[in-house]
């Protein structure tokens, strides 16, 4: 079973970036997307049920960031624009078997598999 997350880098503020994660070796119910921000705890940006349209984002995030998917890849991706400063962090896939509802999905303990992280750096 692995999670993949790709797509990070250096970009300036105002700039656009799109995360993928792409699944293998297991068929999962919710993906979500998580950020750690160094000296800060990790935090929900958005989740998805693979099944249906129900999709949850952050506050923060609200729109700026959109997750989709994608059934032929099986791939989840963060389409993020309008980046700031604060949207710097370590970026993680996450995924669960279950089809999580939509209070739960900005849980971190209630996803069994991640991804390895992937940086963004937003500069100013």
């Known amino acids: 079973v692995q999670l993949q997350a790709f797509g990070g880098g250096l970009v300036q503020v105002g700039g656009s970036l799109r995360l993928s994660c792409a699944a293998s070796?297991?068929?999962?119910?919710?993906y979500a997307w998580f950020r750690q921000a160094p000296g800060k705890e990790r935090e929900f940006v958005a989740g998805?049920?693979?099944?249906?349209?129900?999709?949850r984002h952050a506050d923060s995030v609200k729109g700026r960031f959109t997750i989709s998917r994608d059934r032929a890849m099986n791939s989840v991706y963060l389409q993020m624009n309008s980046l700031k400063p604060e949207d710097t962090a370590v970026y993680f896939c996450?995924?669960?078997?279950?089809?999580?509802?939509?209070?739960?999905?900005?849980?971190?303990?209630?996803?069994?598999?991640w991804g390895q992280g992937t940086l963004v750096t937003v500069s100013s």
């Open positions: 996450a995924a669960d078997t279950r089809s999580l509802i939509w209070s739960s999905m900005s849980l971190k303990n209630m996803y069994d598999s």
């Open positions: 070796g297991r068929t999962f119910s919710t």
């Open positions: 998805l049920r693979w099944s249906g349209s129900t999709t």
